[in-house]
């Protein structure tokens, strides 16, 4: 049997050889630790728990670098070949657990980027004469996540110079902007509802 390093080295080789992005090679650099830490669980044969945590923790890794999804997909089989290991009993769960490591990170950033289409200015049109109209559309029901974003919204309204305002959404939304526009100075009217 290999020493671990080696056994990593060559299931980076392996995954440097599939990369289909520029990216690949780089997670594949830059995951060493996380790839010698699943070879020290499996060839330890200690807490499955770990080892699968420890394949989430390289899924999250390989989609926070850009990796792709192919890597994602065919990285612990080159694990399993670098150990030498034929179809070896943690290997469909611990690809579970990369998968979801994977898919979680994509979900997440895509949540983060959709919601920072709320945030000023993009919420925002400017009327002219230091007015805006505001979307309040945002999408959360957390009062405390809600009110939060009020408050980036107004502040950063005020030191733009924004002294009026016409807010237009979800009851929530509006409320929240109103309370916190009109704490910081500015002028706010809710628009009419459409009929």
Not at 16 to 41: F, H, K, Q, T, Y
Not at 58 to 83: C, F, M, N, V
Not at 137 to 163: C, F, N
Request: proline share 5%; hydrophobic share 50%; charged share 25%.
């Amino acid at each position: 049997m290999k020493d671990r390093s080696a056994i990593v080295e060559s299931w980076s080789s392996k995954d440097r050889e599939l990369a289909v992005l520029p990216a690949d090679r780089e997670v594949v650099e830059a995951s060493s630790n996380a790839r010698s830490l699943i070879v020290e669980l499996v060839l330890a044969g200690g807490s499955e728990d770990e080892l699968y945590d420890a394949c989430a923790v390289l899924g999250r890794l390989i989609a926070q670098r850009g990796g792709s999804p192919t890597l994602a997909s065919a990285t612990l089989d080159h694990a399993a070949g670098s150990l030498e290991a034929e179809a070896p009993p943690w290997l469909v769960p611990a690809r579970a657990a990369l998968a979801e490591g994977f898919a979680a990170t994509l979900i997440e950033d895509a949540q983060r980027q959709a919601m920072q289409a709320w945030e000023f200015p993009s919420c925002a049109v400017p009327l002219g004469q230091a007015a805006l109209a505001v979307a309040a559309g945002h999408p959360s029901d957390d009062d405390e996540v809600v009110a939060a974003w009020a408050g980036r919204v107004a502040k950063s309204a005020a030191l733009a110079g924004v002294r009026r305002a016409v807010v237009s959404g979800s009851e929530r939304a509006c409320a929240a902007l109103v309370d916190a526009m009109t704490l910081v100075g500015i002028e706010v009217h809710e628009a009419p509802e459409a009929r």
